[in-house]
């Protein structure tokens, strides 16, 4: 199975350097973006498997980076998870109608993010691993 | 005189003392019977002034001497028609002291008004003279007021050797006494005696009718006085009503409250002060009702005045009840509280302004707050986990205590704006169906670390068979977490806490958990303190570092939003134990919107499952998610009910929909099917149908057949579940 890519838009540089290490170390290939003009042109130019997402972005709030790939033929199904410092009570049900398929207030627990990350890309998953989380 | 010769003399008195009772059973007053009657009653009772006419009348009809005693038998004013004999005895005399004013002769006192006052009865007595007199009561109820003495007469021939023994020793001429003797007509006893008792009904009608005068003197003067009072009151309206609710009585502040006058809205019911919903709503009806259930009623609310402008009063409504007997009608008391409660919204919003600003600061603070912590969360796991090489233990050691603290740190973040969320009315709970054993387990797993670091070791007890919870998983594992975290920090190593769920005894709707511990305890003054917000009864230095100690506010917020209880028992020294309960999880409930009378009048409700099999390796939890949405688009919202999936048994997984209608099945598996098909992982799974149709009774639904459907229902789904009774 080739390896899958996963683009982190996040400004928050510390982060990205951390996560990129924990996703690469479960063989994922990692490519990030630091505001939502560029993640829009990373992301049509690299096609990633799947995208982390923060909220409060440079440039335009990524509510507006989730609108723009679901508008555009070939992002529109990529599987985009919410990785957000603000609160899921306001912004949990507002991401997932925007079309993200999970929501993680930072900072996530690690096992459950990698679930999240997994079920998103298609890889099955029993329901009891789901269940534990 | 000598002793025996006084015997002999007081027997001569009692000529006879009447059995018969005429002069009382007037149906005098009965209610005065057992109350005490003030001397000032007493005497205005025996008022002479309004004696004096009917006495004096009395007495020259029937040629008597008549006068008024009290009850010791002594004379009250002047005696009227004075008889001659008795006259010219008593002009030479300057008074006659205790005895009795009727008799002539000094001796022992004539006892005729005790008697009479004794008996009730008229007594009748005598002296040496020959003269006789009549003794009549005068009782009000069983109140002895006083007597009426008639006579003065003599009751045969008089004998003029008495007479001159009496002439002798009272100084007097013997021939002017004999010649005026011979004047007076003699009166027979048994006239007297039936003088006496006409006298009796005569002086008790006029008692009666004295006693009704006075009471309503003084009734009219409370009244009046009552009156002015009422009418002095302006601040609050003040009126009566009858049973029915029409008005009989308006003071001032009434009129000034609600602008109508007196004349205008006696007669008229008082629901014309309530809005045209409240009155729709039959408020006031509801209002009387309940005053006379319990007493009165108190209402805050909106009320009309007549220029149509509202005003927010606080009404108090007071059943008026004879001797708690029957309604007389109602009294209400209404008080204008518009600007009391425009200064409470202002109080309200300014409170309300300050939490939002605090809440958007501290949510800006917790945001800022994050962005580090999750940096520092995923260098340190990364280090942990080996991602980077191995670890010598100390290093590990450091960085597992590092870990420890981003997590402290993330709790009290979260704990912040908890805490906001309270104040601001947000913090919002999102039940569903739960098992208490699962969510006290996943608690103690995350708390077990922490535990181990301590040498605390954890327990869990939950009692078999238990039901299902109605509760946020998420708020509950918190309210755990929290819970045990704070028997942790205060539970000295080697300890042990112990989690336990059962039923909850005093309510069979709840269970009840529990996390004990065996650490300090709490003193008694602390035991409500420690539920307040930054409470936290200073320890150990350890313990103060430790968190905001907003866990057991916070904690108590949760459980009251579950519409639990939260409290705690403890013993200084012998460890605490929290206890907090949560709703079972109930069908009833949850269906409790969709079966209204309306629905159920459709005649059927509907039972659909829909089995979803995973063809391999277990169902795919995102996709549970999916489908979830995809049947909640399904159904319609006020007339079917989506229930929780009730069971995590692979590798089917049931969701349950209860629809009410006789369209129910058909429409609501055909949209399934349809919406499934534009679902891009059906093919992969084989969502199966089913579903069984119960009848409803015709007519109006009653809340046993509600209850009887719902039991059905749960029967039905728990054979479905354990695949006894599969739907068809």
């Given at each position: 199975?080739?390896?899958?890519?996963?683009?982190?838009?996040?400004?928050?540089q510390?982060l990205?350097?951390?996560?990129?290490?924990?996703?690469?170390?479960?063989?994922?290939k990692?490519?990030?973006?630091?505001?939502a003009?560029?993640?829009?042109t990373?992301?049509?130019?690299?096609?990633?498997?799947l995208?982390?997402?923060?909220l409060?972005?440079?440039?335009?709030d990524g509510?507006?980076?989730?609108?723009?790939?679901?508008?555009?033929?070939?992002?529109a199904?990529?599987p985009?998870?919410?990785?957000s410092?603000?609160?899921?009570?306001?912004?949990?049900?507002?991401?997932?109608?925007?079309?993200?398929v999970a929501?993680?207030?930072?900072?996530?627990d690690?096992?459950?993010?990698l679930?999240?990350?997994?079920?998103a890309?298609g890889e099955?998953?029993?329901?009891?691993t789901?269940?534990?989380? | 005189?000598?002793?025996e010769?006084?015997?002999?003399?007081?027997s001569?008195?009692l000529?006879?003392a009447?059995?018969?009772?005429?002069?009382?059973?007037?149906?005098?007053?009965?209610?005065?019977?057992n109350?005490?009657l003030s001397?000032?009653l007493?005497?205005?009772?025996?008022?002479?002034?309004a004696w004096s006419?009917?006495?004096?009348?009395?007495?020259?009809t029937i040629?008597?001497?008549?006068?008024?005693?009290?009850?010791?038998?002594?004379q009250?004013?002047?005696?009227?028609?004075?008889?001659?004999?008795?006259?010219?005895i008593?002009e030479g005399?300057?008074?006659?002291g205790?005895?009795?004013?009727?008799?002539?002769?000094?001796?022992?006192?004539?006892?005729?008004?005790?008697?009479?006052?004794?008996t009730?009865?008229?007594?009748i007595?005598r002296?040496?003279?020959g003269?006789?007199?009549?003794?009549?009561?005068?009782?009000?109820?069983?109140q002895?007021?006083g007597?009426i003495?008639a006579?003065?007469v003599?009751?045969?021939?008089?004998?003029?050797?008495?007479l001159?023994?009496v002439?002798?020793?009272?100084?007097?001429?013997?021939?002017?006494?004999w010649?005026?003797?011979?004047?007076?007509r003699?009166?027979?006893?048994t006239?007297?005696?039936?003088?006496?008792?006409?006298?009796?009904?005569?002086?008790?009608?006029?008692?009666?009718?004295?006693?009704?005068?006075?009471?309503e003197?003084?009734?009219?003067?409370?009244?009046?006085?009552?009156?002015?009072?009422?009418e002095?009151?302006?601040?609050?309206?003040?009126?009566?009503?009858?049973?029915?609710?029409?008005?009989?009585?308006w003071n001032?502040?009434?009129?000034?409250?609600?602008g109508?006058?007196e004349?205008?809205?006696?007669g008229?019911n008082?629901?014309?002060?309530?809005?045209?919903e409240?009155?729709?709503n039959?408020l006031p009806e509801?209002?009387?009702?309940k005053?006379?259930?319990?007493?009165?009623?108190?209402?805050?609310?909106?009320?009309?005045?007549?220029?149509?402008?509202?005003?927010?009063?606080?009404?108090?409504?007071?059943?008026?009840l004879?001797?708690a007997?029957?309604?007389?009608?109602?009294?209400?008391?209404?008080h204008d509280?518009?600007?009391?409660?425009?200064?409470a919204?202002i109080?309200?919003?300014?409170?309300q302004?300050?939490?939002?600003?605090?809440e958007?600061?501290?949510?800006?603070?917790?945001?800022?707050?994050?962005t580090?912590?999750?940096?520092i969360?995923?260098f340190?796991?990364?280090?942990?986990?080996?991602?980077?090489?191995d670890?010598?233990p100390e290093?590990?050691?450091?960085?597992?205590?590092?870990?420890?603290?981003?997590?402290?740190?993330k709790d009290?973040?979260?704990?912040l704006?908890?805490?906001?969320?309270?104040?601001?009315?947000?913090?919002?709970v999102?039940?569903?169906?739960?098992?208490?054993?699962k969510l006290?387990?996943?608690?103690?797993?995350?708390?077990r670390?922490?535990?181990?670091?301590?040498?605390?070791?954890?327990?869990?007890e939950?009692?078999?068979?238990?039901?299902?919870?109605?509760?946020?998983?998420?708020?509950?594992?918190?309210?755990?977490?929290?819970?045990?975290?704070?028997?942790?920090?205060?539970?000295?190593?080697?300890?042990?806490?112990?989690?336990?769920s059962?039923?909850?005894?005093?309510d069979?709707?709840?269970?009840c958990?529990?996390v004990?511990?065996?650490?300090?305890?709490?003193?008694p003054?602390?035991?409500e303190?420690?539920?307040?917000r930054?409470?936290?009864?200073?320890?150990?230095?350890?313990?103060?570092?430790?968190?905001?100690?907003l866990?057991?506010?916070i904690?108590?917020e949760?459980?009251?939003?579950?519409?639990g209880?939260?409290?705690?028992?403890?013993q200084?020294g012998?460890?605490?134990?929290?206890?907090?309960?949560?709703?079972?999880?109930s069908?009833?409930k949850?269906?409790?919107?969709?079966?209204?009378?309306?629905?159920l009048e459709?005649?059927?409700?509907?039972?659909?499952?829909?089995?979803v099999?995973?063809?391999e390796g277990?169902v795919?939890?995102?996709?549970?998610?999916?489908?979830?949405?995809?049947l909640?688009r399904?159904?319609?919202a006020?007339k079917?009910?989506?229930?929780p999936?009730?069971?995590?048994?692979?590798?089917?997984?049931?969701f349950?929909?209860?629809?009410?209608?006789?369209?129910?099945?058909?429409?609501i598996?055909?949209?399934i099917?349809?919406?499934?098909?534009?679902?891009?992982?059906?093919?992969?799974?084989?969502?199966?149908?089913?579903?069984t149709?119960?009848l409803?009774?015709h007519?109006?639904?009653?809340e046993?057949?509600?209850?009887e459907?719902t039991?059905?229902?749960?029967?039905?789904?728990?054979?479905?579940l354990?695949?006894?009774?599969?739907?068809?």
């Amino acid at each position: 199975m080739s390896e899958k890519k996963i683009l982190i838009i996040d400004d928050d540089q510390h982060l990205v350097l951390g996560l990129t290490a924990r996703l690469r170390a479960n063989g994922y290939k990692v490519i990030s973006a630091a505001d939502a003009i560029s993640a829009i042109t990373v992301a049509r130019k690299e096609a990633p498997d799947l995208v982390i997402l923060d909220l409060g972005l440079p440039a335009g709030d990524g509510f507006v980076v989730l609108e723009r790939m679901r508008s555009l033929a070939d992002l529109a199904t990529t599987p985009v998870i919410v990785l957000s410092a603000r609160d899921p009570a306001a912004n949990d049900r507002r991401a997932m109608d925007a079309g993200a398929v999970a929501f993680f207030q930072k900072p996530p627990d690690n096992h459950e993010f990698l679930t999240a990350i997994r079920l998103a890309l298609g890889e099955t998953i029993a329901l009891s691993t789901f269940l534990k989380t | 005189m000598s002793s025996e010769a006084s015997v002999r003399v007081n027997s001569e008195y009692l000529l006879s003392a009447s059995p018969t009772h005429s002069s009382r059973g007037t149906g005098l007053v009965d209610e005065s019977s057992n109350i005490e009657l003030s001397p000032q009653l007493r005497s205005d009772l025996l008022d002479l002034d309004a004696w004096s006419e009917i006495l004096t009348t009395y007495g020259r009809t029937i040629r008597v001497a008549v006068a008024l005693t009290d009850s010791n038998g002594r004379q009250l004013g002047e005696c009227q028609n004075a008889q001659p004999v008795w006259r010219l005895i008593h002009e030479g005399l300057s008074g006659m002291g205790a005895g009795c004013p009727f008799c002539i002769t000094r001796g022992l006192p004539c006892t005729a008004v005790a008697e009479a006052l004794h008996t009730g009865n008229p007594a009748i007595a005598r002296d040496q003279a020959g003269l006789t007199h009549v003794a009549v009561p005068l009782l009000l109820g069983k109140q002895r007021l006083g007597a009426i003495i008639a006579g003065q007469v003599f009751d045969r021939y008089p004998e003029p050797l008495s007479l001159r023994r009496v002439a002798k020793e009272f100084g007097v001429s013997a021939r002017r006494l004999w010649e005026l003797a011979r004047e007076q007509r003699p009166v027979s006893s048994t006239v007297l005696q039936a003088s006496g008792e006409l006298l009796g009904v005569l002086g008790h009608a006029f008692l009666r009718q004295r006693y009704g005068a006075i009471l309503e003197a003084k009734l009219a003067e409370t009244n009046g006085s009552f009156r002015s009072l009422i009418e002095g009151v302006r601040d609050y309206a003040l009126f009566t009503m009858d049973p029915t609710g029409s008005v009989t009585s308006w003071n001032r502040g009434a009129e000034r409250m609600l602008g109508y006058v007196e004349a205008d809205i006696v007669g008229r019911n008082f629901s014309c002060t309530f809005t045209p919903e409240d009155i729709q709503n039959r408020l006031p009806e509801k209002q009387l009702r309940k005053a006379l259930r319990t007493g009165h009623s108190e209402d805050e609310g909106w009320r009309v005045r007549e220029n149509r402008k509202q005003f927010w009063a606080s009404v108090n409504i007071t059943a008026l009840l004879e001797n708690a007997g029957p309604i007389r009608g109602f009294a209400i008391v209404m008080h204008d509280a518009t600007e009391q409660r425009k200064v409470a919204n202002i109080l309200e919003e300014a409170r309300q302004a300050r939490a939002r600003l605090q809440e958007n600061f501290l949510s800006h603070v917790s945001h800022e707050l994050r962005t580090p912590l999750t940096a520092i969360y995923f260098f340190t796991t990364n280090v942990l986990d080996g991602l980077l090489g191995d670890l010598t233990p100390e290093q590990r050691e450091h960085l597992s205590l590092a870990l420890e603290n981003v997590k402290q740190l993330k709790d009290m973040v979260s704990d912040l704006l908890d805490i906001t969320r309270v104040e601001t009315h947000k913090l919002t709970v999102e039940p569903q169906h739960a098992s208490s054993a699962k969510l006290i387990a996943e608690a103690l797993a995350t708390c077990r670390t922490n535990a181990a670091a301590k040498n605390i070791s954890l327990r869990s007890e939950a009692a078999p068979g238990l039901p299902f919870v109605w509760a946020d998983p998420a708020r509950v594992r918190q309210i755990l977490i929290n819970l045990i975290d704070n028997g942790i920090k205060f539970t000295p190593a080697g300890g042990t806490i112990t989690v336990e769920s059962r039923r909850f005894a005093e309510d069979d709707g709840f269970l009840c958990l529990s996390v004990s511990d065996t650490g300090c305890g709490i003193s008694p003054e602390n035991r409500e303190l420690v539920f307040d917000r930054l409470a936290q009864v200073k320890s150990t230095a350890e313990a103060s570092r430790s968190g905001l100690g907003l866990g057991l506010f916070i904690s108590r917020e949760l459980v009251l939003r579950h519409d639990g209880r939260i409290w705690v028992e403890s013993q200084l020294g012998q460890g605490s134990t929290f206890y907090f309960t949560l709703p079972v999880f109930s069908l009833a409930k949850l269906c409790a919107h969709v079966f209204t009378s309306a629905n159920l009048e459709a005649g059927s409700v509907t039972l659909i499952a829909v089995d979803v099999v995973a063809v391999e390796g277990g169902v795919q939890a995102d996709i549970l998610f999916e489908i979830r949405r995809v049947l909640e688009r399904c159904i319609h919202a006020f007339k079917d009910v989506l229930l929780p999936s009730m069971s995590d048994v692979e590798p089917v997984v049931t969701f349950f929909i209860v629809a009410c209608g006789p369209s129910g099945f058909e429409v609501i598996a055909s949209r399934i099917v349809r919406e499934l098909q534009n679902f891009d992982n059906a093919s992969r799974l084989k969502p199966v149908i089913s579903s069984t149709t119960l009848l409803v009774p015709h007519g109006h639904p009653r809340e046993e057949q509600i209850d009887e459907i719902t039991a059905r229902i749960e029967r039905l789904v728990q054979a479905h579940l354990l695949g006894k009774e599969r739907l068809k």
